[in-house]
């Protein structure tokens, strides 16, 4: 799950810290601890969407980044590992596309208003 820091809430502890070497380093060590962990607490975690890609995919691009580190590979198996990916991504997009869409329709809802917009 990726992680996106809130600009506002860190501007705002930033400089509240007193950025100096000390002479100990494990005073050093340990403000550095408290400083990455309140970094940490400014950090915020992007939702995910599961839905968007099947399992299969997934599975495909595992494949993928391994035949991708495989040395012994040859050129057509990663042509071929490329080109399922890509498909199966299409197909995933594809589904998710039309699922949104029937979701909406059956709510009578706009797809402009909504926040999770195809």
């Not at 990726?2 to 050093?28: F, G, H, N």
């Not at 915020?44 to 991708?68: C, G, M, W, Y």
């Not at 198996?77 to 949104?100: F, G, P, V, W």
């Amino acid at each position: 799950m990726s992680r996106q820091t809130d600009e506002d809430i860190l501007d705002k502890i930033l400089p509240s810290y007193v950025w100096q070497i000390k002479d100990d380093s494990t005073e050093d060590y340990d403000l550095l601890v408290e400083r990455l962990r309140c970094a940490d607490l400014t950090s915020l975690t992007q939702p995910r969407r599961a839905d968007r890609i099947s399992p299969t995919t997934k599975e495909l691009l595992e494949k993928r980044t391994k035949v991708k580190l495989d040395p012994n590979a040859t050129h057509s198996a990663r042509l071929i590992s490329n080109t399922r990916c890509r498909r199966a991504l299409q197909e995933d997009l594809h589904r998710y596309r039309q699922m949104k869409l029937l979701k909406a329709a059956q709510e009578r809802s706009s797809l402009k208003k909504s926040p999770e917009s195809v």
